[in-house]
């Protein structure tokens, strides 16, 4: 039996792409979505065309309820959880002066509680395993800061402290629990970007262009594999050189 990797945002961008190439690593890749129901659909297809297994599983990560029903889902094939990837986010940009209290809400609500509770819901199933392993995708913006996104980069930079409590409350079980914090990449949710800003972008990335979905993806596989064995509790950029 493959084990099993739950990818949550699996329907589309960097969690679609980490969806391929958990799938390519060898495991059994639940696809969660929230909304995308084809786009979910689309990247299970495209895994078992390529000779993978995967099925989507539907969550509203803004309902608490909703994600303890996807865990019970999850424990009732008694087929375990080897690898959690907390990969979904949103991101809604405005001055803090701007900030609506509804869109707090939505980010903290997805990018943070979400995540911790996924984590929660997680470990149990997570220590039963040999060698799993934990991945929470933030973003450099939680590591430096950017203006006109300070309620989102709160809840990224929440995500490091709480990944490296975790990582020392899991050790000694042998889950590890790590964060990627990925640049600029191109997916939908900086397909808005105007040109000029994206050249204002380029001239803050050392290696002189975005990212792109697969260059996250990679990193992910190495932190799910046992390649990455003495790894835990660390924060790997991904950003082309933006944060040093
Ligand atoms: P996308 O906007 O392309 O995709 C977001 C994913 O999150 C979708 O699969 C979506 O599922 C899921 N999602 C959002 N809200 C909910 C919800 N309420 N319930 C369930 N699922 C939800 O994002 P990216 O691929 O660009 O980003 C992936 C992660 O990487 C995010 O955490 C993001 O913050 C982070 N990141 C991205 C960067 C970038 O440049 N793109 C840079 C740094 C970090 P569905 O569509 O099915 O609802």
């Known amino acids: 039996m493959k084990p099993q990797a739950l990818i949550t945002g699996g329907s589309r961008g960097i969690g679609a792409a980490i969806c391929d190439q958990l799938a390519a ?12 129901e084809t786009a979910a659909a689309q990247v299970v297809e495209r895994i078992q065309h390529a000779g993978g297994t995967a099925e989507s599983m539907q ?27 907390n990969n979904a986010g949103v ?4 001055l ?38 934990m991945i929470q995708i933030a973003s450099v913006v939680g590591e430096c800061g950017s203006a006109g996104q300070s309620a989102y980069a709160a809840t990224k930079a929440a995500l490091i402290g709480f990944s490296k409590s975790l990582a020392r409350e899991l050790a000694s079980r ?6 990627v914090t ?10 808005g ?29 190495f932190l799910a594999s046992s390649s990455s064995r003495y790894i835990t509790g660390q924060v790997l950029g991904v950003n082309g050189g933006m944060y040093m």
């Not at 690593?25 to 995308?36: P, T």
């Not at 509203?60 to 959690?84: E, H, M």
């Open 25 to 36: 690593d060898g495991f059994h890749v639940l696809v969660h979505y929230g909304h995308n």
């Open 59 to 85: 969550c509203d990560l803004l309902q608490s309820d909703a994600i303890i029903d996807l865990f019970a889902r999850i424990t009732a094939t008694k087929k375990g959880l080897k690898v959690l990837v």
């Open 91 to 94: 991101n809604i940009d405005a």
């Open 96 to 133: 803090l002066m701007r900030m609506q209290d509804k869109d707090l809400d939505a980010m903290w609500t997805v990018n943070t509680k979400a995540a911790i509770l996924c984590a929660r819901a997680a470990s149990r199933l997570l220590m039963k395993e040999n060698g799993s392993s």
């Open 174 to 179: 042998q889950v590890r629990v790590n964060v």
């Open 182 to 191: 990925p640049g600029y990449i191109m997916t939908d949710m900086t397909g």
């Open 193 to 221: 970007l105007t040109e000029a800003q994206k050249e204002a972008i380029l001239r803050t990335v050392p290696l002189g262009f975005l990212g792109t979905p697969r260059d996250v993806a990679s990193v992910v596989g």
